[in-house]
Nanobody
Framework: VQLQAYGGGLVQTGGSLRLSCAPSTRTERTSTMAWFRQAPGKEREFVAA????????YYTDSVKGRFTIARDNAKNTLYLQMNSLKPEDTAVYYC????????????????????WGQGTQVTVSS
């Protein structure tokens, strides 16, 4: 499975962006998809995830209330709507996929995901 992530760009503080991620094949109902990000000099960190089996969504604390992860089943596309962006949100954003339902305690673990997109740069200017 190949993942194509796009939608990044340069935005001012307080602005919005929507990232998209399209898998090359249909995703199974048991899949879990997530967004991670990596800022310069920092480790890759979990941002948000959704488990297809339940439709539930999960977020890291720093983006709760500002970011929304959503999946369009008809378009087989995952989105990350990012509002009220801050300079600390600047990073390369990656989408990730696994064909299984990831347990709650492991959603933040990048090792739980077997497929990754190429990353899309998000830069928030102050």
């Amino acid at each position: 499975v190949q993942l194509q992530a796009y939608g990044g760009g340069l935005v001012q503080t307080g602005g919005s962006l929507r990232l998209s991620c399209a898998p090359s094949t249909r995703t199974e109902r048991t899949s879990t998809m997530a967004w991670f990000r990596q800022a310069p000099g920092k480790e890759r960190e979990f941002v948000a995830a959704t488990r297809f089996s339940s439709g539930h969504t999960y977020y890291t604390d720093s983006v709760k209330g500002r970011f929304t992860i959503a999946r369009d089943n008809a378009k087989n596309t995952l989105y990350l709507q990012m509002n009220s962006l801050k300079p600390e949100d600047t990073a390369v954003y990656y989408c990730a996929l696994t064909r299984s339902t990831v347990i709650l305690s492991n959603l933040h673990n990048s090792g739980a995901y077997g497929y990754w997109g190429q990353g899309t740069q998000v830069t928030v200017s102050s």
